[in-house]
């Protein structure tokens, strides 16, 4: 096989020059200023604006990483949905703190966030359980996320048992299936910049006051 050894040769060196960050500018509050750039990110036509790399780790350290999606967020904290028997689950039951990451490529930017995870209540799982299309509430149904299976063909069987199963009537909250909330204690703001010397500004919680702080690059 032939071996990517130097990826420089084949993609060009990327120049970050899409804007800047002065910290005097961003909002005292950091969840206002996410929502100022989410908002932003909206109105592009970013495919997957809401898509997060979401990090937890195990009692012992040992780190994982997949991406989720942000289904909401607000002053207590950012929301995702899963499957309460999921790595990332067993991981946040044993640790609870956990980091987000969004990349936004066309604004040249990135978001850290890090702070304690906790589930969200049953009742707002189930509201937003409701909501979600036919089909994804019986997948849902149909798969242990992680668990190994024979093959594509069982988890269809799965699938269509459950499509018979609730035909005509309402599907139910799986007791396994739900939210958490993150809620921040940091949160960092990155913006690309020439020569990489990007500006990076992080705002830390303390005693209940956001302040903020430029980090070197
Ligand atoms: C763009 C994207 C969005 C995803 N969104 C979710 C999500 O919201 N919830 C979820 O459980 N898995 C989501 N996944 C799948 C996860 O990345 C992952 O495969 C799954 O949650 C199992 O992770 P775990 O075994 O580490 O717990 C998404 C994957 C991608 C690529």
């Not at 689950?89 to 640790?95: C, G, R, V, Y």
Request: net charge positive; charged share 30%; hydrophobic share 30%.
């Amino acid at each position: 096989m032939n071996r990517f050894k130097d990826i420089d040769q084949i993609i060009p060196r990327q120049a970050y020059n899409f804007g800047k960050l002065d910290e005097k500018k961003l909002l005292p509050d950091p969840i206002h200023q996410f929502q100022k750039w989410f908002k932003e990110v909206l109105r592009s036509n970013t495919p997957h604006p809401n898509a997060m790399t979401l990090a937890t780790a195990s009692r012992k350290g040992r780190p994982s990483a997949r991406m989720v999606l942000l289904k909401g967020f607000d002053e207590n904290g950012f929301i995702f949905y899963t499957n309460y028997k999921s790595r990332k689950s067993k991981e946040i039951h044993e640790n609870p703190f956990g980091s987000l990451v969004f990349y936004w490529p066309g604004f040249e930017r990135q978001v850290i966030i890090a702070g304690r995870v906790k589930k969200i209540s049953h009742q707002e799982s189930e509201r937003y359980f409701s909501c979600r299309p036919r089909e994804s509430c019986l997948a849902a149904w149909s798969s242990q996320q992680g668990d190994k299976i024979q093959s594509r063909e069982a988890l269809e069987k799965k699938f269509n048992a459950m499509v018979e199963k609730y035909q005509g009537k309402q599907i139910p909250l799986p007791s396994n299936w739900g939210g958490f909330c993150l809620k921040p204690e940091t949160i960092e703001f990155w913006q690309g910049r020439a020569n990489r010397l990007n500006d990076r500004i992080l705002y830390t919680k303390s005693k209940g006051r956001w302040t903020k702080q430029r980090l070197q690059p």
